[in-house]
């Protein structure tokens, strides 16, 4: 029989390990929440199977596909990255007028795919605006095209793997300070208000693309940096129960109150894209994109304020840098150089890089910080 001491360090021993095995679950979980998005729009980036390659050796487990690529979708297949895979703007017409282009589209770039590509999501449309000069003509297609994809997803039966849903922009919200009293503009009720109902009923969530970085950049008198940069050493803002220290949770908070404004029920949200550009415009540097995507990271296995039971699902933006966009800022939003070389140490599996920010380092004025923000 073991003397006390043996079975003392056995148990022990064993506690350890089921210790280490919680932990590793949660660093998966919280990995797990964390999703890339594989933008193309570059003229020297690696070809689809190498990507692939590169998200698996990277530990990313998920990505944004913004139109179905045929030659990333094949790559895909056994993967087991999970994928949100988008309906481009352009198409939101034919599929929203022709059940017909539903049906087809779905049986060309689910149908042939699924089980083998772990489809999670389908993006029909990405920031469609009624009062965008640019989409403002796409507005009334957004909803059809969406109930016309769902149909053809749920006559497969697959409604309950496969969310169809959109992605906006926080543009319209015409209110967001203080995030408890979130609305959506007045002139987009009649647009919103109905997808929000569709997702209710198909038990979707809203997409949302968030950036802090255009909200500082565009107000930096009154937003810091150490708010939007997730290092401020105190709350900001007070909001009736809800206290915030970062900008992120206060603008996702927001879109989770204007959808409660609403009265029309619960809709959970998912971060389709975020992140901070490391060069190209004010406030864009290498060590502000890296405090703020390694910080978002860490940040994001937990919920908001408004929403703490909630882990928040969120895609990075973007994989790579892409010198086909425009205007210059927007070819810096990169996690990885075309070469596949990573452009930032931290990791995207729950670990993080610990170290003592210094504002004077960011090369960027870190102004006092307000409550108006």
Same mark, same amino acid.
């Given at each position: ?11 022990? %021993?064993?506690?350890? %390990? ?41 530990? /990313? ?41 539903? +049906? ?30 640019? $989409? ?12 016309? /994809?769902?149909?053809? /997803? ?5 409604? =309950?793997?496969?969310?169809?849903? $959109? ?33 209710? &009923? ?19 008198? =009154?937003?810091? %940096? ?11 803002? +007070?909001?009736?129960?809800?206290? &915030?220290?970062?900008?992120? =949770? ?11 404004? $609403? ?15 490391? =060069? #190209?415009?004010?406030?864009?540097? &290498?060590?502000?994109?890296?405090? &703020? ?55 995207? #599996? ?14 960027? $004025?870190?102004?006092? %910080?307000?409550?108006?923000?």
């Amino acid at each position: 029989m073991p003397s006390f001491s043996a079975r003392t360090h056995k148990f022990s %021993l064993a506690a350890q %390990l089921l210790v280490l095995g919680i932990l590793t679950l949660n660093l998966r979980m919280a990995g797990a929440q964390i999703g890339v998005c594989y933008g193309m729009m570059g003229n020297n980036l690696p070809p689809a199977n190498e990507v692939i390659g590169l998200y698996k050796s990277n530990n /990313i487990q998920r990505m944004r596909l913004y139109d179905p690529n045929q030659a990333a979708l094949e790559a895909l297949r056994y993967s087991g990255i999970e994928l949100m895979l988008g309906v481009p703007n352009s198409d939101l017409q034919s599929l929203a007028t022709n059940n017909d282009n539903a +049906r087809q589209w779905v049986q060309r770039n689910v149908l042939n795919f699924w089980p083998s590509v772990k489809i999670k999501y389908i993006a029909v449309g990405n920031e469609v605006s009624p009062f965008n000069g640019g $989409t403002s003509w796409l507005a009334q297609y957004v909803l059809p095209a969406v109930q016309n /994809i769902y149909q053809a /997803i749920r006559a497969q039966g697959l409604h =309950d793997q496969i969310k169809v849903s $959109t992605a906006i922009d926080m543009t319209l919200l015409g209110n967001s300070y203080p995030p408890s009293q979130g609305s959506f503009r007045g002139d987009v009720r009649s647009y919103i208000d109905p997808i929000i109902g569709y997702l209710l &009923y198909a038990s979707a969530p809203l997409l949302v693309n968030v950036y802090p970085y255009f909200s500082y950049a565009g107000n930096p008198r =009154d937003i810091s %940096l150490a708010y939007a940069l997730f290092y401020s050493d105190r709350f900001v803002v +007070r909001d009736g129960q809800y206290s &915030y220290q970062n900008l992120f =949770d206060a603008m996702l908070d927001s879109v989770h109150a204007a959808i409660d404004n $609403t009265k029309i029920g619960y809709v959970e949200v998912v971060v389709s894209e975020s992140g901070w550009p490391s =060069d #190209g415009g004010f406030g864009a540097s &290498y060590d502000a994109a890296r405090i &703020y995507l390694d910080n978002l990271i860490f940040h994001v296995k937990g919920g908001t304020p408004r929403r703490p039971w909630k882990a928040t699902e969120v895609y990075l933006f973007a994989m790579f840098d892409e010198n086909q966009k425009n205007p210059e800022l927007e070819k810096h939003f990169g996690l990885f150089s075309p070469n596949k070389q990573k452009k930032y140490p931290f990791g995207f #599996g729950g670990e993080r890089i610990n170290e003592i920010v210094d504002a004077n380092d960011l090369n960027a $004025t870190v102004v006092p %910080l307000k409550s108006d923000i």
